[in-house]
């Protein structure tokens, strides 16, 4: 190891742990891929002690010094724009209005890079995509639903404020048995996010429980919190249960037609869906990715599920993300080696 040799690091700030990863020259990945508690409660100045361990352990595990990094990119969990963090969302107070970027670059000696974590995923995914030369649109149901969008080419679509891509908050024409509109987190009714997402998932098993169809249901007698039985319905749903593939379905043709629209403004050439469900067993996924098609199938027109010219060309590509956990520290990481490199 030559004191030459130049490393990117990626930093993935989560609610409660960092994400590392480390990139040579050559835009590879190298070393191990590391993780520590991020203290993000405890304010910005104690993450920065625990994004200093990170790259002191990323330097340990690749035989390398901490000197020898020369760029960083790091994602937060909350919209950004130019360094500074705009909303709290899950970070502590003093993160807001502060410029978390030029406040590191300071502490560390090392140019770096922000955006936020849904775009931090969508360049991990087209990273591990090395062939692919098209736009990427990620999608992840999650606790929320979170997006993210990769230009041709590789770079990342912020938006003008670093506001661009919140996927979970445009409206979807549908409503609940009473024709209602479900409430967002963000404050509005009827957004993607309340029919796609874990806190979805808990509204929409209290309401089927309360139908009397389902009184024989494990779920409706067992003695759990509403949070409880949504964690266990992707369980039940592995194994065919009938109420839970009810809910999932729903989700996924909806979350189909959201794409629909999402896909007619920005004609990504591919989806990528994110989140946990990505990490279920593949007949599930299976089922679940044609709910999708489904819902797509229902809102996009024709052209952007096949080429007119040539019906067997498919211009909206569908794809599970395949980057795991540490996907968007690495896509942190190439972001810093194009941004940083010679």
């Not at 996927?167 to 987190?185: A, F, K, M, Q």
């Not at 249960?241 to 959201?258: P, S, T, V």
């Not at 996924?285 to 044609?290: D, E, L, P, T």
Request: hydrophobic letters at 40%.
């Amino acid at each position: 190891m030559t004191d030459q040799a130049s490393y990117y690091a990626g930093l993935d700030i989560g609610g409660s742990t960092v994400k590392a990863a480390l990139v040579d020259s050559d835009g590879k990945s190298t070393g191990a891929l590391t993780e520590v508690k991020s203290h993000v409660k405890d304010g910005f100045q104690a993450t920065f002690g625990q994004l200093e361990k990170a790259l002191e352990e990323l330097a340990s595990h690749a035989n390398i010094e901490v000197s020898q990094i020369k760029g960083v990119g790091l994602d937060v969990p909350a919209p950004n724009c130019e360094g500074v963090v705009w909303t709290r969302a899950n970070l502590g107070d003093d993160w807001v209005g502060t410029n978390i970027r030029d406040e590191l670059t300071k502490r560390i000696g090392i140019p770096a890079y922000m955006t936020n974590d849904g775009n931090a995923a969508a360049v991990g995914e087209y990273a591990v995509r090395p062939d692919y030369e098209g736009g990427l649109l990620l999608v992840a149901p999650g606790t929320g639903l979170g997006g993210g969008l990769v230009l041709p080419g590789g770079s990342i679509y912020a938006g003008a404020n670093g506001l661009a891509l919140e996927v979970g908050h445009i409206s979807v024409p549908h409503r609940e048995d009473d024709g209602s509109l479900p409430d967002c987190t963000c404050g509005l009714k009827g957004c993607a996010e309340a029919w796609v997402s874990l806190m979805a998932l808990r509204r929409r098993v209290g309401l089927e429980l309360a139908k009397g169809q389902w009184k024989d249901h494990p779920l409706y007698t067992d003695e759990l919190t509403i949070i409880e039985k949504a964690f266990k319905l992707r369980d039940y749903a592995e194994e065919g249960d009938e109420l839970a593939i009810q809910i999932f379905q729903q989700q996924g043709q909806i979350l189909g037609y959201a794409l629909g629209d999402l896909v007619r403004v920005f004609d990504p050439g591919m989806v990528v869906i994110g989140g946990g469900l990505a990490e279920t067993s593949e007949k599930f996924r299976n089922s679940y990715m044609g709910w999708i098609q489904e819902g797509f199938i229902e809102r996009a027109w024709p052209a952007y599920r096949h080429n007119p010219l040539d019906p067997s060309q498919i211009t909206t590509v569908f794809e599970w993300a395949t980057g795991g956990d540490y996907s968007a520290a690495l896509g942190m990481g190439f972001v810093a080696k194009d941004l940083f490199g010679n």
